[in-house]
Every structure is written in C-alpha cells, then in structure tokens.
C-alpha cells in the first residue's frame, strides 16, 4: 500500500486491539497472541474522508472523521458484504502463483458461458481500498 502514496491511491492503517491482563510495561509476547483474544479491529482509510470501520465483535460500523469537530461520526451501522456481486479484486500479476482451482474460478466468471453474468475485475493494489 504504501507504493499508492506516490499516485495518490487509497492508504489505510489495519489494526487489532486486544486485551492488556496486567499493569506491567508490554512485552513482544504481548503483541503475538492468537486472533481468538482479539477484542476489536479494523481498519482506517485515508483519502478525500478519512473513513474507520471498526468491529467489537458484534458487527462492523463505518465512521467518518468530521474535520470541523474532530471526532469520528457514525455513518453506517452493522455492514455487511453482499451475497453476490459483479466484480473480484485481487492482484492478477501474481496469476502464474494461483491454484488451479482459483484460476478456473476466475475464468469463469471472466468468460461466463453464454456471456451473462460477466464479473469485472478492480484492484488498486491496496489492503484497504
């Protein structure tokens, strides 16, 4: 991601927090605990709005940075990722490293039989985009 800056692409932070059991000063063997203790997480996109969206485990809200105020205001409740769409992302410079079973995937929904049903491919080559 931070190759985008240059080019103005989407940036973005991604994060966990997890639970701190004790007052004494962090350890490495604090930050490498599995992601079954994680207590939130998310991940922070800059660009034209800086965006947030941020899980406790009951589902993910988006929140946009209010410059004028400085605080983050809650703009979307409980997102979810549609069932079904129309586009994939993923870098296809890395397609000669694919399963074979991604790749027949992606043939099909690039050259659907028929020609309904047609999926477009987008990548911005970021994590958070």
Request: aromatic content about 10%; overall charge neutral; glycine content about 12%.
């Amino acid at each position: 991601g931070s190759s985008n800056i240059d080019c103005l692409a989407s940036i973005g932070t991604i994060f966990a927090i997890y639970r701190k059991d004790n007052d004494s000063e962090p350890t490495e063997k604090d930050a490498l605990l599995p992601g079954r203790k994680i207590v939130a997480a998310g991940y922070a996109l800059y660009g034209s709005a800086t965006m947030l969206e941020l899980s406790t485990g009951q589902g993910v809200n988006c929140f946009m940075l209010d410059p004028s105020i400085g605080e983050f205001i809650l703009v979307d409740r409980d997102v979810r990722i549609k069932k079904k769409g129309k586009i994939y992302s993923l870098n296809e410079g890395y397609a000669q490293y694919f399963y074979p079973d991604v790749t027949e995937y992606l043939q099909k929904k690039k050259f659907p039989e028929g020609g309904s049903g047609l999926h477009c491919g987008r990548s911005v080559g970021s994590m958070v985009a």
